[in-house]
């Protein structure tokens, strides 16, 4: 994945605990991120998915951000 392989550039000369936590960190946060991009496209384009699903997600996703 790129985002592992950028992490990995950044912190290659870091701790090798602080490098893997980053990496597994910053994955994990890019396909959290990807699975709501692709439910707010799938609600924008064809109403295929539940309004409450969409606010329970977005609501989930923005306390994380404020943490």
Known sequence: MWVG???YAR???ANKHKR???I???VTAAVSTDQIFILLYLHVVGNR???KIVVTVLNWFFRLLQQ
């Open 5 to 7: 392989r950028k992490l």
């Open 11 to 13: 912190y290659e000369h």
């Open 20 to 22: 893997n936590l980053a």
């Open 24 to 26: 597994a960190g910053g």
């Open 49 to 51: 998915v539940d309004d």
